[in-house]
């Protein structure tokens, strides 16, 4: 009994230990500013554009994206081994076209696609002679961040 309260004491004391350190984390400085799909109201099973808008609030240039993407709460497989090699400057808002995707078959009100951004990085990029180098410097703290469109369907 007395070896069962403490084992419950000693995870509740991690659980809080996690959930303080998960609070205190900074917010990354890249964040998803909008998610586009294109188009605007597709009907059941139309081939769709998928892009986001990608906000670096870092002092060095951003590259290397990692997604992860849910179309109507599916996963989307085809990111699972895609790095976006898009590099994103300091203080500026850069868009990304992603994979093209089927809406749903069947008909529905709406259907949720979530895009978040995994995994970054830092690098330095410097511009010489009309040649562009990038050259990394380390991960992009405070990822992953998501953000979610809400697409209407038209009954077409």
């Not at 996690?18 to 059941?44: K, L």
């Not at 590259?63 to 699972?80: C, I, N, P, S």
């Not at 696609?113 to 990085?121: D, M, S």
């Not at 690098?123 to 991960?139: C, F, I, L, R």
Request: charged share 15%.
């Amino acid at each position: 009994m007395r070896r069962a309260k403490a084992l419950r004491g000693l995870a509740i004391a991690s659980i809080a230990a996690f959930a303080a350190s998960w609070a205190n984390a900074a917010p990354s400085p890249v964040s998803i500013e909008a998610v586009s799909v294109t188009p605007a109201s597709p009907g059941p099973g139309v081939l769709c554009k998928l892009g986001v808008r990608i906000k670096n609030a870092g002092s060095h240039t951003a590259t290397d994206f990692r997604f992860k993407v849910k179309v109507d709460g599916e996963d989307v497989a085809v990111y699972h081994n895609q790095t976006y090699a898009v590099n994103v400057a300091p203080a500026t808002l850069e868009g990304v076209e992603l994979y093209n995707f089927w809406s749903p078959a069947a008909h529905k009100a709406s259907f949720p696609v979530e895009v978040a951004i995994v995994e970054g990085r830092w690098a330095d990029v410097k511009q010489e002679a009309g040649a562009s180098t990038t050259t990394p410097v380390g991960p992009i703290e405070g990822l992953p961040v998501s953000a979610t469109q809400t697409v209407r369907m038209s009954a077409k």
